[in-house]
């Protein structure tokens, strides 16, 4: 069983800057693959960036390569996303999920977090 709390979300303006946190605790944090989720009013939960267990390589969805940034620090029990010049289109609650398999797809992810709300106003 691993249990994570997502941190960092809220009301910023575009152009503006967020860190998201995920806390996992329970079994080995380094164990797992790291990936954040989101989901905005109305649409589907989509994938938006994954770490491997070691840290590298890591992968984005199109339409924040070059803003969002994913990092972690297993001794921490810690993953980060780090987003920059957000965009209204980036409102949505973000998850943050782990998971055995290096996936993007949801279906795929053995825990969750219930998630963080990032608002960007234009």
Known sequence: QVSLVESGGGLVQAGGSLRLSCAASGRS???FAMVWFRQAPGKEREFVAAI?????????TTSVKGRFTISRDNAKNTAWLQMNSLKPEDTAVYYC???????????????????????VSS
Do not use: D, E, Q
Not at 100 to 119: D, E, F, H, P, Q
């Open 52 to 60: 491997t267990s070691s840290g590298s390589p890591t992968t984005y």
């Open 29 to 31: 944090f380094s164990s």
């Open 97 to 119: 999920a782990v998971s055995i398999l290096w996936s993007r797809s949801a279906s795929a992810m053995n825990y969750w977090g219930k998630g963080t709300l990032v608002t």
